[in-house]
Nanobody
Framework: QVQLVESGGGLVQTGGSLRLSCAASGRTFSSFAMAWFRQAPGKEREFVAAISGSGSSTKYADSVKGRFTISRDNTKSTVTLQMNSLKPEDTAVYYC???????????????WGQGTQVTVSS
């Protein structure tokens, strides 16, 4: 059974930084691409960033490109989202997601974490 557990959310001022982590278990971590999505109040869940199984390929939403960095540690079965230069519009619940392929992509896989709240104050 796949389990994804996020941590690292919180409250930060505009321009600040946060680091989100997701710990995965249940199957061979390096065989599956990972991604982060977010959902703001009253909005649909949207793609943020993704990384291939090996970590060699990444994709980002235009809204976070240059500010967010996704990485993974296959020895620890974790994926991390480093968020810098945060803006109020980054406020959302952030979800970790695991795909059913090693290939990076912007569409979600079937496995989700419980989400972690990120709030950026102006």
């Amino acid at each position: 059974q796949v389990q994804l557990v996020e941590s690292g959310g919180g409250l930060v001022q505009t321009g600040g930084s946060l680091r989100l982590s997701c710990a995965a278990s249940g199957r061979t971590f390096s065989s599956f691409a990972m991604a982060w999505f977010r959902q703001a109040p009253g909005k649909e869940r949207e793609f943020v960033a993704a990384i291939s199984g090996s970590g060699s390929s990444t994709k980002y939403a235009d809204s976070v490109k240059g500010r967010f960095t996704i990485s993974r540690d296959n020895t620890k079965s974790t994926v991390t989202l480093q968020m810098n230069s945060l803006k109020p519009e980054d406020t959302a619940v952030y979800y970790c997601n695991q795909r059913n392929t090693v290939i990076v992509g912007t569409t979600p896989g079937p496995y989700w974490g419980q989400g972690t709240q990120v709030t950026v104050s102006s």
